[in-house]
């Protein structure tokens, strides 16, 4: 009888200690990070929180690598009960790029966009919206939440519009939706401190240039001090140095910025969320406006204080924006 009563002891104990240990597994952040071959290029991705949730994707922008997404914003998204998903899009960061195809010609692609011909790039935002779409194939997530800003909201914007089975919901970051006659550029004097790359730019040159264009961007209201953008952009150039790269993505998301995708948002029926910063010099707040008016039911969040980036100080607000966003998704099943 003693040894039987040990014996359920010791099992109860296991029992006990098993569920602890799923739990604490299941509750647990979980980060991973890796390459998977995606729409016929290969991507760089990292994974925060555990894989059986609903994931939220995060598309970056123009020359934005997936470490330049704040660790602890994914962190907040975990903490609202979501798995976060970030990457390097084609030909930045860690994935395929497209060395062979060199220097964009900026005045082919704006005559291009202007006058209805094909991109004359090696690839545009609908490639790299497939792009999107095949990291998730690869991951095995069926739908996801998809965020983007920048070039990463048209992006986005394609993704709901194009593969609206795979969508959940879209919010879209200081995105323009193409509508003829907004600006290209909001505040131009403000960009205009900005060097041009010189031919052949080294490291060092590279360096100094995409800290002052930074400085360009962000709102003199929440700004970040220069040390601290030093060692980012040091630590970009350190993972991947490749200024013809960010070259190449600007020009794609320049063709797609001059296109009118308006009919095409019309469509979109999940949940839509809108944020831009009152401050942005580069995308006109007129055109998140526009975004949110065209898409049926669309919130439209504007943020005073915040140019174009992600300032920390408003990341916990933009978190909880998305995750709201993200939850009507689950109301509307």
């Given at each position: 009888?003693?040894?039987?009563?040990?014996?359920?002891?010791?099992?109860?104990?296991?029992?006990?200690?098993?569920?602890?240990?799923?739990?604490?597994?299941?509750?647990?952040?979980?980060?991973?990070?890796?390459?998977?071959?995606?729409?016929?290029?290969?991507?760089?991705?990292?994974?925060?929180?555990?894989?059986?949730?609903?994931?939220?994707?995060?598309?970056?922008?123009?020359?934005?690598?997936?470490?330049?997404?704040?660790?602890?914003?994914?962190?907040?998204?975990?903490?609202?009960?979501?798995?976060?998903?970030?990457?390097?899009?084609?030909?930045?960061?860690?994935?395929?790029?497209?060395?062979?195809?060199?220097?964009?010609?900026?005045?082919?692609?704006?005559?291009?966009?202007?006058?209805?011909?094909?991109?004359?790039?090696?690839?545009?935002?609908?490639?790299?919206?497939?792009?999107?779409?095949?990291?998730?194939?690869?991951?095995?997530?069926?739908?996801?939440?998809?965020?983007?800003?920048?070039?990463?909201?048209?992006?986005?914007?394609?993704?709901?519009?194009?593969?609206?089975?795979?969508?959940?919901?879209?919010?879209?970051?200081?995105?323009?939706?193409?509508?003829?006659?907004?600006?290209?550029?909001?505040?131009?004097?403000?960009?205009?401190?900005?060097?041009?790359?010189?031919?052949?730019?080294?490291?060092?040159?590279?360096?100094?240039?995409?800290?002052?264009?930074?400085?360009?961007?962000?709102?003199?209201?929440?700004?970040?001090?220069?040390?601290?953008?030093?060692?980012?952009?040091?630590?970009?150039?350190?993972?991947?140095?490749?200024?013809?790269?960010?070259?190449?993505?600007?020009?794609?998301?320049?063709?797609?910025?001059?296109?009118?995708?308006?009919?095409?948002?019309?469509?979109?029926?999940?949940?839509?969320?809108?944020?831009?910063?009152?401050?942005?010099?580069?995308?006109?707040?007129?055109?998140?406006?526009?975004?949110?008016?065209?898409?049926?039911?669309?919130?439209?969040?504007?943020?005073?204080?915040?140019?174009?980036?992600?300032p920390r100080p408003l990341m916990k607000t933009i978190a909880d924006a998305i995750a709201e966003n993200a939850t009507k998704a689950r109301h509307q099943?």
């Amino acid at each position: 009888m003693r040894r039987l009563i040990s014996y359920l002891d010791a099992l109860f104990v296991g029992m006990i200690l098993g569920l602890i240990f799923v739990t604490f597994v299941h509750a647990a952040p979980v980060h991973q990070s890796g390459k998977v071959r995606a729409n016929g290029v290969t991507i760089a991705y990292e994974s925060y929180g555990p894989i059986d949730r609903e994931a939220i994707i995060l598309i970056g922008g123009t020359a934005m690598q997936l470490i330049d997404w704040d660790p602890e914003f994914c962190k907040d998204l975990v903490r609202h009960g979501y798995r976060v998903i970030v990457f390097d899009n084609r030909d930045i960061g860690l994935s395929t790029k497209y060395d062979a195809a060199g220097e964009p010609d900026f005045a082919a692609v704006v005559n291009a966009a202007t006058t209805g011909k094909p991109s004359p790039l090696p690839y545009t935002l609908y490639d790299m919206a497939a792009d999107a779409v095949g990291l998730m194939d690869a991951l095995h997530i069926k739908k996801a939440h998809i965020a983007g800003a920048s070039m990463g909201g048209i992006i986005a914007q394609i993704v709901a519009t194009k593969y609206p089975d795979r969508t959940l919901s879209l919010t879209s970051m200081m995105a323009p939706d193409g509508k003829p006659g907004l600006p290209v550029v909001a505040n131009p004097a403000r960009l205009a401190a900005v060097p041009k790359p010189a031919p052949n730019e080294d490291r060092s040159a590279y360096i100094e240039r995409r800290i002052k264009t930074m400085q360009a961007l962000e709102s003199p209201a929440n700004p970040t001090h220069e040390t601290e953008l030093r060692k980012m952009v040091t630590r970009e150039a350190d993972r991947s140095f490749c200024p013809v790269c960010d070259d190449r993505q600007g020009a794609a998301s320049l063709f797609t910025t001059l296109e009118d995708r308006r009919e095409q948002l019309k469509n979109i029926r999940v949940p839509v969320l809108v944020i831009h910063g009152a401050d942005d010099p580069l995308v006109p707040v007129d055109a998140s406006k526009d975004v949110a008016a065209i898409i049926p039911g669309a919130t439209l969040k504007i943020l005073p204080r915040m140019g174009h980036d992600l300032p920390r100080p408003l990341m916990k607000t933009i978190a909880d924006a998305i995750a709201e966003n993200a939850t009507k998704a689950r109301h509307q099943r």
